[in-house]
């Protein structure tokens, strides 16, 4: 059976025996969308032992240099134009002590053997299970044993005696001549099953076929390049999709903002994006912060196909602070939205305490000169009751770490006994770290400079 789907990334490894890469196409659409999430697009790549197709394309900050799912092609599509004229499964293992001199090891077994088809002129039939054929054993994967002898106009059988006399001890090889179809089959007509993608990695060493995958994929209205003005120039943005096959640890919805250094539609030479933006929970908003190549911007507009999840508008200004919700003891996490990135959320943070540094060193002095009484009174106010909601964020995020910090130390502990009597230890939480004695740190400085700016207001009252 194969194994679920594992995200596969570009990397150079040592070439798997028996798994060679001959050839890769745009995959068939009618074909690409039987995968999950229905993309539409795809790698149809050839091996020596079958046919995969990669789609879902996604590029992440954990994975920025792309990722895809790989899918099996089984069915007629998947196959040759040569039949066997048998229905198999398997594959099967004989566990019994060979004290028979039966045959240890693992076979496929024949169901069905087809009246008048190439095995049975050949006398192979339910009585007997395959194997090997050619002399492979093709790692007990059905597809690929069915891919090679589909693709072979001869074949050479060696078969286990599966019934009758010389059950589990028989063998014997047949030479097989296999029948063509007379015609061609639907290339719609195939099952897309999870692929083992860790023995696929290193045919996708060859950078080719992932922009060949790149440019499917730009080539859909879902995922047409959004150009984006900034001050640097001008850039393209591209809404990714969720992977319909999350590994262990990946948020389960996680939505990635490419930014492309050249329009992806017409400049296959790029094969990565310049930065990336994982979408908030609840999604991309006015207001919101986010970060491309190091700068920090604020979405100005922004709009999305409700029905595609397609980019349709995107506008972004240089990320300014707001002072007076500062001073009003506001953090930064209604910038960035529900369940930011630490770091990201460390770095805004710090961004906003370096602004408020300025503007109590540039702005204030000239503000508290001009202005009345009231408007004094109302800015201690403000700073005041900013403070004390600063405080208790404070307070609140080291009690939690705190707490945190006692259930790991639980949990080990729990696991040393758990490992002392056999049993199964209690697993250790994978969820991300949303705070930190950094984070911490960081508003016990905002409280610091607000402080600082309160005795400045207070003096000139």
């Known amino acids: ?25 745009p995959a068939l659409p009618a074909l ?14 050839t091996t020596s032992t079958g046919q995969v197709i990669f789609t879902n394309l996604r590029f992440t900050p954990q994975n920025p240099r792309g990722l895809a799912n790989a899918y099996g092609v089984t069915g007629p599509a998947g196959w040759g134009p040569y039949r066997l004229g048998v229905k198999l499964s398997g594959p099967l293992k004989y566990a019994k002590l060979d004290i028979e001199g039966r045959y240890q090891g693992q076979w496929f077994k024949i169901e069905e053997a087809v009246p008048g088809g190439a095995a049975m002129e ?28 589909t693709t072979r106009p ?29 015609t061609p089959v639907d290339p719609a007509d195939a099952v897309l099953i999870p692929e083992d993608a860790e023995a696929l990695r290193s045919i996708l060493q060859d950078l080719r076929a992932w922009k060949v995958l790149l440019a499917q994929r730009s080539a ?123 770091a990201h959320r460390e770095a805004l943070e710090q961004l906003a305490n370096d602004a408020l540094v300025e503007w109590k060193t540039r702005t204030l002095p000239g503000l508290l000169a001009t202005q009345t009484l009231g408007p004094t009174e109302d800015l201690v106010v403000r700073i005041e009751k900013g403070l004390l909601k600063m405080d208790l964020e404070v307070k609140g995020i080291r009690s939690r770490l705190d707490a945190q910090a006692r259930a790991e130390a639980e949990r080990r502990a729990q696991a040393e006994l758990a490992a002392k009597g056999g049993k199964t230890a209690p697993a250790a939480s994978t969820a991300a770290a949303a705070e930190s004695e950094q984070l911490a740190d960081l508003l016990e400085q905002r409280k610091a400079i607000l402080m600082a700016i309160l005795g400045s207001a207070k003096q000139a009252l």
């Open 154 to 182: 001869a074949i050479e059988v060696l078969a286990l005696k599966a019934k009758g006399w010389g059950y589990g001890s028989k063998q014997k090889t047949f030479k097989i001549q296999m029948r063509k179809l007379d």
């Open 1 to 25: 059976m194969l194994i679920v789907p594992l995200l596969c990334c570009l990397i150079q490894a040592p070439q798997p025996q028996g798994r060679v890469l001959l050839s890769h196409r």
């Open 220 to 342: 859909l209205p879902r995922f047409t390049p959004l150009p984006v003005d900034l001050p640097g120039g001008r850039l393209w943005a591209v809404r990714g999709t969720r992977n319909p096959h999350p590994a262990q640890g990946e948020p389960p919805d996680l939505i990635t903002l490419e930014f492309w250094g050249k329009d992806p539609a017409v400049a296959p030479e790029q094969d990565h994006p310049i930065a990336l933006w994982p979408e908030p929970k609840d999604g991309l908003g006015n207001g919101r912060a986010l970060r491309v190549e190091n700068h920090w911007y604020r979405i100005q507009e922004v709009a999305v196909d409700t029905a595609t999840g397609r980019l349709l508008k995107l506008a972004l200004q240089p990320w300014t602070a707001d002072v007076p919700a500062l001073l009003g003891g506001a953090t930064l996490v209604r910038d960035l939205g529900p369940g930011p990135d630490l």
């Open 122 to 149: 050949a006398g192979l039939d339910e009585d007997w299970s395959i194997i090997r054929v050619d002399g492979q054993d093709f790692g007990g994967n059905l597809n690929a044993l069915i891919t090679h002898m």
């Open 32 to 45: 690409a969308a039987k995968a999950p999430g229905a993309p539409g697009y795809g790698l149809h790549i």
